[in-house]
């Protein structure tokens, strides 16, 4: 299977559907960067570097995606109500094409351990939430520099991110309809020195309210990866949760990505369709 963009779908019980996408769009009109010099001066160039490579270095990558999608009990939204777990083999293709950011993702279902009739939500694409930070995208957000945080044994700046309105951006859901733009706020955990990113959090600004949805929220996490052949290892995604809420149920994704390794740009993925 391939999408051209990474895309969330859920539907509720009442059959309402909502499509929740990241998306990786082409860049209107350039507006001036908006962002602070408390500290960031030196760290938003080296995420902006570390980003263009992690694009670059991801679309020569396959891995397996485990995916849990789970439906929570109304009462406690930490237990579960029903879940399946599928198990996908995956590419992520991120290129420029004609002056445009563009994205393939192809997936290939491995293993299915439960299937499940009831609703669930369908989750794509969140192991590119760092595209929030590639220079196609500096000009649509707003970035300040929130302090330090120990994370994962290291020391790791925060660098807070908050999408302006009315420029483009890598967040879009669809209701019916077109792709409209979502306005997405969070906070990444960096590196200060290199600019690796080693956590996201990012979540979906009340404007959203019109299409029912009361929250939406991911967490992406980051390690250091070592590739078979390679003494230097590679940052990259090994987790991403995301939540979605209605005033009246909650869905829960949990993707888990492993056995990366590279792969040859010709090579076809066995049962995938074009």
Same mark, same amino acid.
């Given at each position: 299977?391939?999408?051209?963009?990474?895309?969330?779908?859920?539907?509720?019980?009442?059959?309402?559907?909502?499509?929740?996408?990241?998306?990786?769009?082409?860049?209107?009109?350039?507006?001036?960067?908006?962002?602070?010099?408390?500290?960031?001066?030196?760290?938003?160039?080296?995420?902006?570097?570390?980003?263009?490579?992690?694009?670059?270095?991801?679309?020569?990558?396959?891995?397996?995606?485990?995916?849990?999608?789970?439906?929570?009990?109304?009462?406690?939204?930490?237990?579960?109500?029903?879940?399946?777990?599928?198990?996908?083999?995956?590419?992520?293709?991120?290129?420029?094409?004609?002056?445009?950011?563009?994205?393939?993702?192809?997936?290939?279902?491995?293993?299915?351990?439960?299937?499940?009739?009831?609703?669930?939500?369908?989750?794509?694409?969140?192991?590119?939430?760092?595209?929030?930070?590639?220079?196609?995208?500096?000009?649509?957000?707003?970035?300040?520099?929130?302090?330090?945080?120990?994370?994962?044994?290291?020391?790791?700046?925060?660098?807070?991110?908050?999408?302006? @309105?009315?420029?483009?951006? %890598?967040? &879009?859901? +669809?209701?019916?309809?077109?792709? *409209?733009? =979502?306005? $997405?706020?969070? /906070?990444?955990?960096?590196?200060?020195?290199?600019?690796?990113?080693?956590?996201?959090?990012?979540?979906?600004?009340?404007?959203?309210?019109?299409?029912?949805?009361?929250?939406?929220?991911? @967490?992406?996490?980051?390690? %250091?990866? &070592?590739? +078979?052949?390679?003494?230097?290892? *590679?940052? =990259?995604? $090994?987790?991403? /949760?995301?939540?979605?809420?209605?005033?009246?149920?909650?869905?829960?994704?949990?993707?888990?990505?492993?056995?990366?390794?590279?792969?040859?740009?010709?090579?076809?993925?066995?049962?995938?369709?074009?």
């Amino acid at each position: 299977m391939i999408a051209r963009f990474p895309r969330c779908t859920c539907r509720a019980a009442a059959r309402a559907a909502f499509l929740f996408a990241l998306a990786l769009l082409p860049a209107a009109a350039q507006i001036p960067a908006r962002q602070g010099t408390n500290g960031l001066d030196g760290i938003l160039p080296k995420m902006h570097a570390f980003v263009q490579q992690f694009a670059e270095d991801f679309s020569y990558l396959r891995y397996e995606e485990d995916v849990v999608q789970a439906k929570l009990k109304n009462n406690n939204n930490e237990k579960v109500a029903y879940q399946q777990e599928r198990v996908f083999d995956s590419i992520v293709r991120m290129r420029f094409e004609e002056g445009k950011l563009r994205v393939d993702e192809q997936r290939t279902l491995e293993k299915w351990r439960h299937v499940e009739s009831r609703p669930l939500l369908n989750t794509y694409g969140f192991c590119t939430l760092a595209m929030i930070f590639h220079p196609y995208y500096e000009s649509s957000f707003r970035f300040s520099h929130a302090g330090d945080d120990v994370l994962q044994g290291r020391v790791l700046a925060r660098v807070q991110f908050e999408h302006l @309105a009315g420029t483009p951006t %890598p967040v &879009l859901y +669809q209701m019916f309809g077109p792709d *409209r733009p =979502l306005e $997405v706020r969070g /906070t990444a955990w960096v590196d200060a020195a290199t600019g690796e990113i080693y956590r996201i959090e990012a979540t979906i600004a009340p404007a959203v309210s019109d299409m029912g949805v009361k929250m939406i929220r991911a @967490a992406v996490e980051f390690q %250091p990866i &070592l590739l +078979q052949a390679e003494t230097t290892p *590679r940052v =990259l995604p $090994v987790s991403a /949760t995301i939540d979605l809420e209605t005033p009246r149920q909650h869905w829960r994704n949990v993707h888990h990505f492993t056995d990366y390794r590279k792969y040859r740009v010709a090579m076809n993925m066995p049962g995938a369709t074009q």
